[in-house]
């Protein structure tokens, strides 16, 4: 089977979307939030069935690890209870995506990071997510400022409870920014690749995954800027005085295929061992329309995998093996449907 | 001949780095720097002997583009004053180990950018460097704050007096940031390679080079993540409505060859037009040792250029041609000199 690591509800409810708009416009009135609005199933069927299941189809890509709208996630507005109304708003919007459609999505939440608030405060909704909602995963941003960079680095005990949580829970996160208020930065264009790079870098220069051994991390966007450089991180890493980034980093990172065209799937293959690497999309996320070059989607990665020919044995680590190996919790309810 | 782009004064002789310690301790007691130390040219000699000069020549590159170390402009310490007795120090050595190798050095200089201080306060330098000290270019720091992104992006219109100068005196910039006090982000192993990535996505979103189709950036270290990620800035090109990246951006746009193993160099020289690179190693700079994988320096990208076996007219664009394009006062040196 095909799993694609890295959805998000992009095309969610105009009306999910709206209560955002007034819950923000209430916060800054200083009233209370409107009730959040009904939504019917027809509703959400209407916002996947000619976006994301289609292209899933066309694709032919089985399941697809679904989270919130990342640009959204807005984790600089407001304060900590804004954070927590909307990430529960919307993780229980990616819920019932996964209950009308239990074969083609699985859930990843977004967690109410808020700037200056303890990560210890996120960890109930990562619970209740897991716990109660069958969450596999969650989506952890290291600069919750939006682009300011005013948080510790990933590395700092400040993070460890969530990490506690996510060993004993058995569930990675990706590392993946939000929205930017800061105007040197486009979120999609540079915040995103800035972000997974300065994680990578964070990590290197760390013994994190001595004390936490189990915790895994997953770096979309092919990695940012590190598969390219990766002479300048093993070189980096040999100046530091610190072990290789395959031995210090990789045990525990992975990264996903969401890079936009042939040669960089080439490199991403040719540099990083295959056990490291998830397939993933990001479909419909920041690059929608048709490359002119190719006359196909630049974000369907399926073709730039193919492309590559790999051996099946490397093949199906990408495309299943490595998931489920990363996401216990997603093998296991794969399994109980009797997909083995 | 072969012209490395992207050389820093890294080894500068002690007696140099020690008053710049004074100048920063004297700032912080709000007292005045001690004088800028006597150094004889036989220590700048051997500054450059057993170091820059001979690595050039085991390398075979005939000539480097030098300038002040770049982690060591730290324009986010001090103030305007501070700033400007740095760069005018800087630039002086800059200058006089030009002078004492007139035909392995040429000059560009450091700028005296200090956060929050007009950009205009800095062209008095830069005409300085130009005119009086036969410098070919500066570097420009995107980000003088030191990894807190405070200044407008490159493409506002606060900028335009830099950019004025630039194209009267026929330079072009290197955007090259500096050290960071952010703990977020390490300067070689991320600060350099965000900044590269968000100086092209700003620039690929502005009509800069319509307001000035004269200016000229290289942006270093082979781009940032934007080569790997090509297909990526394509396709935003598309979903924002603007011209590709070819159209707007890479009229006036060069990447170096800073990537420190043969894969990324392959990818760069794939994707990215070879009018649009500049022969570059950083040598003596980020990374220093040698690669296991291969027993030669990770920063001798000769070895990887050398290995693409590009056609002659490509290799002299790269090596050379592409340079004296780009630095006509280099060039003019050059032909003054007789090579044509």
């Not at 969401?258 to 490291?276: E, K, S, T």
Request: charged share 20%; aromatic share 8%; with cysteine.
């Amino acid at each position: 089977m095909i799993i694609d690591c890295h959805g998000h509800y992009t095309t969610a409810p105009a009306a999910h979307t709206a209560w955002r708009e007034a819950q923000q416009a209430a916060f800054r009135a200083g009233e209370r939030p409107p009730p959040y609005p009904a939504i019917s199933d027809d509703e959400i069927r209407a916002s996947v069935e000619d976006s994301q299941l289609r292209l899933m189809a066309e694709r032919g890509i089985d399941l697809t690890v679904f989270s919130p709208r990342a640009s959204a996630m807005g984790h600089h507005f407001g304060d900590e209870a804004v954070s927590a109304a909307w990430a529960r708003a919307c993780n229980d919007l990616i819920a019932r995506v996964a209950g009308l459609y239990p074969d083609r999505f699985i859930g990843v939440c977004q967690l109410p990071q808020s700037p200056g608030v303890p990560i210890a405060n996120s960890v109930a909704e990562l619970r209740r997510c897991v716990n109660e909602l069958g969450f596999v995963g969650c989506n952890l941003n290291p600069d919750p400022s939006g682009g300011h960079w005013t948080s510790p680095p990933l590395t700092d005990p400040a993070w460890f409870p969530l990490y506690e949580a996510m060993v004993e829970l058995d569930v990675p996160a990706m590392v993946h920014v939000s929205a930017v208020t800061n105007p040197s930065f486009h979120a999609t264009g540079s915040h995103y690749l800035n972000a997974d790079t300065t994680a990578f870098m964070q990590l290197l220069e760390s013994d994190l995954f001595e004390t936490f051994p189990g915790l895994r991390l997953i770096i979309p966007h092919g990695g940012g800027a590190v598969p390219y450089h990766w002479g300048r991180f093993r070189g980096l890493a040999d100046m530091l005085g610190r072990r290789s980034p395959a031995e210090a980093v990789m045990g525990n990172v992975l990264f996903d295929t969401c890079v936009y065209h042939q040669p960089g799937i080439d490199l991403l293959f040719d540099v990083i061992d295959v056990g490291n690497l998830l397939f993933g999309s990001e479909m419909v996320g920041a690059v929608r329309g048709i490359d002119p070059l190719t006359g196909h989607h630049f974000d369907d990665t399926r073709r730039y995998v193919d492309a590559l020919l790999l051996a099946p044995g490397d093949r199906v680590k990408v495309y299943e093996r490595n998931a489920r190996r990363v996401y216990p919790r997603l093998d296991a309810a794969l399994s109980r449907r009797g997909i083995c």
